[in-house]
Nanobody, 125 residues
Framework: QVQLVESGGGLVQAGGSLRLSCAAS????????IAWFRQAPGPERQFVAA????????YYSDSVKGRFTISRDNAKKTVYLQMNSLKPEDTAVYYC??????????????????WGQGTPVTVSS
């Protein structure tokens, strides 16, 4: 019902900022929870942030809390991830995902059934 396309990734030096966008098409965008995950070299895809469709509740991983901000514009069907004070350990491919998770399952990648193609972020030291 929804398709996602990420953009805004690139190369940045440590301490810099980037804003990622997740543009959606299809039906019922405003009802979905939209999350950002990232995949760095290694076995796990890491939860970054999420925003719910109902109530606009926002959640962040401890590693990005205070540096990243997630927001959504339902009129534009777009979710943003503002990333400030970037660190080399933030380097990864960033994916947005849509789903209807419940409770604390919001941080689990298996709760999302629609994913974008990813946008790479590289932070140099």
């Amino acid at each position: 019902q929804v398709q996602l396309v990420e953009s805004g990734g690139g190369l940045v030096q440590a301490g810099g900022s980037l804003r990622l966008s997740c543009a959606a098409s299809g039906r019922s965008f405003s009802t979905y929870t939209i999350a950002w995950f990232r995949q760095a070299p290694g076995p796990e895809r890491q939860f970054v942030a999420a925003i719910t469709g109902i109530g606009d509740s926002r959640y962040y991983s401890d590693s990005v809390k205070g540096r990243f901000t997630i927001s959504r514009d339902n009129a534009k069907k777009t979710v943003y991830l503002q990333m400030n004070s970037l660190k080399p350990e933030d380097t990864a491919v960033y994916y947005c995902a849509a789903g209807v998770p419940t409770g604390f399952a919001i941080i689990r990648s298996t709760e999302y059934n629609t994913w974008g193609q990813g946008t790479p972020v590289t932070v140099s030291s």
